[in-house]
Each structure stands twice: as structure tokens, then as C-alpha cells.
């Protein structure tokens, strides 16, 4: 996935982005990152493939949590030149902070891709390795709020309400790409399975199976608490946006962002799983290989 795509998109999207009411269960699932119609415009040209990158990004990459999303959104925040130097090494400090969480995601997503080769996702291994993903992700919030910190030293007021957009725009698409189902009306939308149809080149009868497997096992999945993470970002927007700012005073950040961590690759494992004993030989190795590269990923690959 090229992450120039990614900015794009959240260029896009910071400026239509808004909160919206949190589900009891699970994320939002209307999309609030909305396309251009000017098709002079470079933005909307590629808007289709850019949200296509953005939601491919977040249906595999759930380490990070808001701290991720400010470091992404950083790609396309307008800097003066007096700035680069100092926000580009903030940047690269969150990425490094975010490393082992990142490490982590990438041995939960072996994890799973080893068990779809094999025909049979183990979902007592891969909860074991979700829950060591998410003791990780609870540290991400302190390990970052020196960055976050500078950060807001560095940038200017416009600046700040501009990244908290963007954060807000990531969330949303977040949020959207791992809602708690995969019904038929989301194949429309571009789900995750919808994409696995595409990609595997799966038949009617084996999206429906997958769907249903899907369905049931989720039934028993611990739930997503939206309103949390609702709840702690518009404090962080709030606080980040204004003058005064100190990341360290958000006790609750590390809970959040191992909630969405444990969340997303919850989710993501047991559609796989679903998936898994459904696939012929060849599309499980397919499957397998897709989820390799996520799990190599790294943030200067043009191909992601």
C-alpha cells in the first residue's frame, strides 16, 4: 500500500469528517470519509484507490491506536520549512515508540496466516498472541507522550485543529473498516470479505459460507466498546487543540489503544478462520502470502 495514497485520502477526508453517535457493540459502520466530485481535482482523481489504501491499512494495522493515527496524519499536515526538519524526526520518534507493539501485531498476523495455510485457524494460539499484542499496546499511550508533546510545542494553533481533523478522519475510517459484521449490504462498501472475494477470486457459495461462519463465531467474540475510545479522543482533540496540552495528563490512552489493538486483530482473526476451511488449497496460500506481507510491513515500503 503506497502511503502517499493514504495522504490523500486524509486530505480528503479532515475536511467532512465528523463525530457521530456510538453503536452499544461495535464500530460505526457509515463511512464519513467522503469522495471528491471535481474530477480536475488530483485529490478526487484518485480518491477511489486512496480509500481503497486507506481501509486495506486498517483492516490490518491495529497497534498503534491514536498515537498511530497522529503519526500518519502528519504525511499531510502543510508545514513551513522552519518546521520539517523537527516535525519529520517527531514522526520517525513515534514510529521507533510504536515498534514493539508493531512487532507484536506482526507475530499475530503470522500467527493467523500460518493457520489459513494450514487450513485451520487455531483461535485459542492466536487469542494467546492477540492478548500479548494488547499488554503491549497499553504502554503505546506513555512511551509516546514526550513525542505528542513536542509535537504540539512545535506546530501552530491552525496546524493543531488541522491534525486533530485528520486523527478524526482516521478514526472514523478505522472504525468503518472494522465494524462488527460483514453483512451483504457491505460488500457494496468495499468490507474485508468483500475484498477477500475479489482477491481470492471466491464463489457466491463460498462468500456466503464464509459470511455465515463469520456470523456465528463473532457471536462469541468480546465486544467493542465505541464509546471508550469516542470518549477519550474527543478529550485528546480537545486538549491537543488548544494552548495548553500535556499528553501525560490521559491516564485512560494506553487502555484505548490495547482496546482497539485487541479489537481489530480479534475481528480480523476470526473472519479468517471463518474463512480458512472454506478456501480451496491455492486460495488459502494466497490468503496466507497477503497476510505475510501486511505482517512485514514497514513504513518506508512504496507497496503496501
Known amino acids: 500500500m503506497k502511503l502517499s495514497s493514504l ?17 452499544p457493540t461495535g464500530p460505526e459502520t457509515t463511512p ?5 466530485t471535481d474530477p480536475t481535482d488530483q485529490v478526487g482523481a484518485n480518491s477511489d484507490e486512496s480509500t481503497s489504501d486507506l481501509a486495506e491499512h486498517h483492516r490490518h494495522h491495529h497497534h498503534g491506536g491514536i498515537p498511530m493515527f497522529v503519526a500518519m496524519s502528519l504525511d499531510t499536515l502543510g508545514v513551513d ?26 507475530a499475530v498476523l503470522m500467527t493467523i496466516a500460518d493457520g489459513v ?54 478514526l472514523a475510517a478505522w472504525h468503518e473498516t472494522n465494524s462488527p459484521d460483514e453483512m451483504a449490504e457491505k460488500d ?14 471466491l464463489s457466491p457459495e463460498q462468500v456466503e459460507k464464509i459470511r455465515g461462519n463469520f456470523t456465528t ?4 467474540a468480546p ?5 471508550e475510545v469516542d ?15 500535556d499528553a501525560h495528563a490521559f491516564k485512560n490512552g494506553g487502555m484505548v489503544s490495547s482496546h482497539m489493538a485487541v479489537w481489530g486483530l480479534t475481528r480480523m482473526s476470526h473472519l479468517y478462520a471463518a474463512a480458512a476451511p472454506v478456501l480451496t488449497p491455492d486460495q488459502r496460500a494466497k490468503a496466507a502470502d497477503q497476510l505475510r506481507h501486511h505482517a512485514n510491513y514497514k513504513r518506508t515500503d512504496t507497496n503496501e
Open 117 to 170: 495455510a494450514a487450513g485451520n485457524v487455531d483461535q485459542g494460539r492466536t487469542d494467546a498472541a492477540i492478548m500479548e499484542l494488547g499488554k503491549v499496546s497499553a504502554s503505546t499511550h506513555d512511551v509516546v507522550a514526550d513525542s505528542l508533546n513536542a509535537l504540539h510545542q512545535t506546530l501552530t494553533a491552525p496546524q493543531r485543529q488541522a491534525l486533530v481533523d485528520k486523527v478524526e478522519a482516521n
Open 32 to 36: 464519513e470519509v467522503a469522495a471528491a
Open 81 to 106: 520549512d522552519n518546521q520539517r526538519d523537527q516535525i519529520e524526526k517527531i514522526q520517525t520518534d513515534i514510529h521507533a515508540q510504536l515498534k514493539p507493539a508493531h512487532d507484536a501485531e506482526k
Open 217 to 220: 463465531s463473532m457471536g462469541t
Open 231 to 245: 470518549a477519550h479522543f474527543k478529550e485528546f482533540a480537545a486538549a491537543f487543540a488548544s494552548d495548553t496540552f
Open 7 to 23: 495522504a490523500c485520502v486524509l486530505l480528503l477526508a479532515a475536511h467532512g469528517c465528523g463525530s457521530s453517535s456510538p453503536p
Open 223 to 227: 465486544k467493542y466498546d465505541r464509546a
Open 188 to 201: 457494496k462498501r468495499g468490507g474485508h470479505l468483500a475484498k477477500l472475494a475479489t482477491d481470492l477470486s
